[in-house]
């Protein structure tokens, strides 16, 4: 991806209303009892499409954004985002999936490594109240709910950032093929 | 040149990692009235406005996801309700006799119940804001300082208890449910008066834990639990007596008396929370004990 000036512009404008949208809307509805987070999903979903360290960015900026929005203990999930952002930048840079489904790999394995991470630094931080077997099914549940969202809220980042993005081949196959221009049956 | 940007890459994820660590530690061990917390109680200032209109217009979006799960819930509630309705009759008839002792008693009692809330002077406020973590359990409100909220009082809404403010700005406040791991409450269970403790059962979604009961074999599901206010001058609680805070729902046997465990439903729709009270003044009824009253 180019990051100038308007890429990282549209980056930023992203993260704020995908925040916004997150802390008013998304996370107040609930399925199952288990409210709706797709902070995760969309992390990845940067970083799968931008890179690696462009990923680690926006994961710091977007965990930071919500745990100062929130009251939390600013750094946890700032730390968690950062770590999820990276790591989907580095499973592109290094494989370079093609697969069309790859982004739901890709959103399942970053809301259980979300999950368990915020799980585990509150243990770190210390839970003075007993804890219930119970959250294990709200993990689960989370997963599986993010894991269904993960092609929808990829194509919407992809789709925001689509000018920005090298060419995908299929697309500029169709174009060459479509365009008139270029077609040399069109030279007769 | 390859090396220089997989040092670059490594350099930017570890300075991310440990700027998160370092908030995080600083964080942590600071208090309330630290910088950190200060400067988020700025940032909640300055970005409630957006939020707020943001989950104004954004309510008929979260309006028609309820009204699916509404849907899909609505056979069970029926069914449910149902068998309350049928169970409650039979209840109404003996509550009409005993409602004649009760008219004797009423005076006695006025004190408890003249008022209601009233007294407390609570601040009606709406919630805009909902922490999607588990280990987070805490709304946003859009009364603060101005309106007279402080820090640790009670918030309530016409079902029963919702928790407690937690930190407070000029305009906003953040209030901490009743499910949040660092929650806890002196409770009571009225049919026998039986004293205890309400905490949260963490990542239970709607869990509470009636704890620390004397005499937890005379507690039965579907007993009332309410807070139990001050019993003691020396440690004034932050909560006014007797508001509701949920109902028994089940009751976990073990080994001894001191394996059991009564689990408490609250009152209050934690996860549909709109409209909401703020007690500012959680101790008016103290203040009014401790007043010599006139001869």
Not at chain 1, 49 to 71: E, I, K, Q, R, W
Not at chain 1, 108 to 123: D, E, R
Not at chain 2, 78 to 94: H, I, K, N, P
Not at chain 2, 149 to 154: F, G, H, I, L, M
Request: aromatic content about 4%.
């Amino acid at each position: 991806m180019t990051l100038n000036g308007a890429a990282i512009t549209r980056l930023i404008l992203l993260g704020l209303v995908a925040s916004i949208l997150q802390l008013t809307a998304a996370s107040q509805v609930s399925i199952f009892g288990v409210p709706m987070d797709l902070s995760p999903l969309i992390v990845a979903s940067i970083g799968f499409l931008t890179g690696s360290v462009p990923g680690a960015v926006f994961g710091f900026c977007f965990g930071l954004f919500a745990d100062t929005a929130l009251m939390q203990t600013l750094g946890v999930t700032s730390l968690v985002l950062t770590v999820i952002g990276y790591g989907a930048g580095r499973v592109r840079e290094l494989r370079d999936p093609a697969h069309g489904l790859a982004p739901v790999a890709v959103g399942a394995a970053a809301t259980a490594i979300a999950a368990l991470a915020v799980t585990l630094l509150q243990f770190l931080l210390g839970v003075e109240a007993p804890v219930s077997a119970q959250v294990v099914r709200q993990i689960l549940m989370t997963i599986v709910i993010n894991t269904l969202l993960a092609l929808p809220v990829y194509a919407l980042c992809r789709r925001v950032l689509i000018r920005f993005l090298p060419d995908d081949p299929r697309r500029r196959r169709r174009r060459a093929y479509t365009t008139g221009g270029l077609s040399p049956l069109s030279r007769a | 040149m390859h090396d220089k940007v997989v040092r670059r890459r490594r350099a930017v994820l570890a300075l991310l990692v440990a700027l998160s660590l370092f908030l995080l530690t600083a964080y942590f061990g600071e208090s309330a009235g630290g910088g950190l917390h200060a400067t988020q109680r700025g940032a909640l200032e300055v970005l409630a406005p957006i939020q707020e209109g943001a989950n104004k217009a954004l309510k008929p979006a979260r309006d028609l996801f309820g009204w699916f799960g509404d849907t899909l819930d609505a056979q069970d509630e029926r069914d449910r309700l149902q068998r309350e309705r049928d169970q409650l009759r039979s209840e109404v008839a003996q509550l009409q006799v005993q409602n004649r002792e009760l008219e004797q008693l009423k005076g006695l009692q006025e004190i408890n119940t003249a008022g209601g809330l009233q007294q407390y002077a609570p601040v009606a406020s709406r919630v805009y804001q909902r922490s999607p973590s588990t280990w987070y359990q805490t709304v946003t409100i859009n009364k603060g300082s101005s309106d007279g909220v402080k820090v640790d009082d009670p918030v309530v809404n016409g079902q029963g208890l919702v928790g407690k403010v937690k930190s407070v700005s000029h305009g906003n406040a953040v209030v901490m449910l009743l499910t949040d791991q660092d929650f806890g409450v002196s409770a009571l269970a009225p049919r026998r008066g039986e004293p205890g403790s309400i905490t949260p059962i963490p990542g239970a979604g709607g869990d509470l834990l009636f704890d620390l009961v004397d005499n937890a074999e005379e507690i039965r599901t579907g007993d009332l639990v309410v807070t139990a206010g001050t019993t003691s001058q020396r440690l004034p609680s932050v909560y006014p007596r007797s508001i509701l805070i949920g109902q028994v729902k089940r009751i976990d046997r073990g080994d001894g008396d001191l394996d059991r465990r009564i689990h408490v439903k609250p009152a209050a729709d934690l996860l549909h929370l709109d409209i909401v009270q703020v007690l500012t003044k959680p101790d008016a009824n103290l203040q009014a004990d401790a007043t010599p009253t006139a001869p």
